[in-house]
């Protein structure tokens, strides 16, 4: 892990690096109040640097998290498709406000993705438009387990052979996902109303310019224009790359972190936990652009 060295022109704002693989932690800002025009350049640029940001110690309404996520580009607001296994979220927030919990009222879910572990994923890219960045602020979190794991998806393209990047150069995937399910779609049935996109498997980042490999194996079903032995075959040895421990990151959640993860340049996953034990963060997404080679 790298020292501690402060942002630039930032004063007590301070930006410690995470790991080798990425991640950032910031200090010095309280994001309850307005952040400055300089506070804002340097969170965003720490965030092009390390792929994830987490805040520390923050005490922070839905109202505060909405104007972070304006001031880094953008509020989206993720819909409420018919098959959402729960309709989570704050209605006065037009879906842009959710939550990501095991916690149930009356019997029914109060939020989505409750228990257990979840596969590496890219948020939203089954969608044409996909989410530029996930912001999830720490509500309720467990003794153990619940850490969110990243890989950074830069250094899984820069570590494919140099045959393999000429041979996916120019393929493009199906990105799908079923909120009814917590595992991959089944493409044997008709997939029309379910949530899904073709994207390239090689992105170049809209904002630093760089390759990243954009697959996942909770999303991405087949490789587009080769038989499906074929598509299984290379998918399978793509996602020994998103599998890497030497690419990755853990995030162990405090009560109180605001983390942003960048879901062009990294994926996510969630390592399992203690049934039972309450777990509860707050998301909202910062609106993306369009994606391409």
């Known amino acids: 892990m790298s020292e501690t060295k402060p942002a630039p ?13 990425g991640g950032a932690a910031i200090t010095g800002i309280d994001l309850s109040e307005t952040l400055s025009p300089n506070q804002t350049e340097a969170i965003r640029q720490a965030f092009h640097e390390y ?32 098959d959402q296994r729960a309709q989570d979220g704050d209605a006065s927030y037009g879906g842009a406000v959710h939550l990501v919990t095991n916690l149930t009222e009356d019997g029914k879910p109060l939020g989505s993705f409750g ?38 998806m830069y250094m899984a393209y820069d570590r494919l052979p140099t045959s393999t990047k000429r041979r996916i150069d120019r393929l493009t995937a199906l990105n799908i996902y079923d909120y009814a399910t917590t595992g991959r779609v089944d493409l044997d049935q008709d997939i029309s109303g379910i949530n899904h996109w073709i994207h ?79 777990r509860m963060l707050r998301r909202t997404m910062v609106e993306g652009v369009a994606i391409g080679r």
Not at 9 to 21: F, H, K, M, N, V
Not at 58 to 70: K, P, S, T
Request: hydrophobic share 40%; with cysteine; net charge negative.
């Open 200 to 278: 390239p498997i090689v992105i170049r980042h809209p904002d630093t310019g760089r390759k990243a490999l954009y697959i996942s194996p909770l999303i991405t079903a087949r490789i587009e224009g080769i038989p499906q032995d074929e598509s299984d075959d290379l998918l399978a040895e793509l996602f020994a790359f998103v599998d890497d421990t030497d690419i990755q990151f853990d995030h162990k959640w405090r009560v109180g972190d605001l983390a942003m993860m960048d879901n062009r340049c990294m994926t996510h996953a969630r390592r399992d936990f203690p049934a039972g034990e309450p």
């Open 51 to 82: 792929g994830m940001i987490v805040i520390r110690d923050q005490v922070i309404e839905n109202d505060d998290q909405i104007r972070f996520c304006d001031a880094m580009g953008g509020t989206a607001t993720r819909g409420k498709p018919a």
């Open 115 to 152: 228990d257990g572990e979840v596969w590496f994923h890219h948020d939203g890219s089954f969608k044409e438009i996909p989410y530029a960045a996930t912001v999830l602020y720490g509500i309720a979190v467990t003794s153990t387990g619940g850490e969110t794991v990243f890989a950074n």
């Open 9 to 21: 022109q930032q004063g007590a704002i301070q930006i410690t690096p995470l790991s080798e693989a």
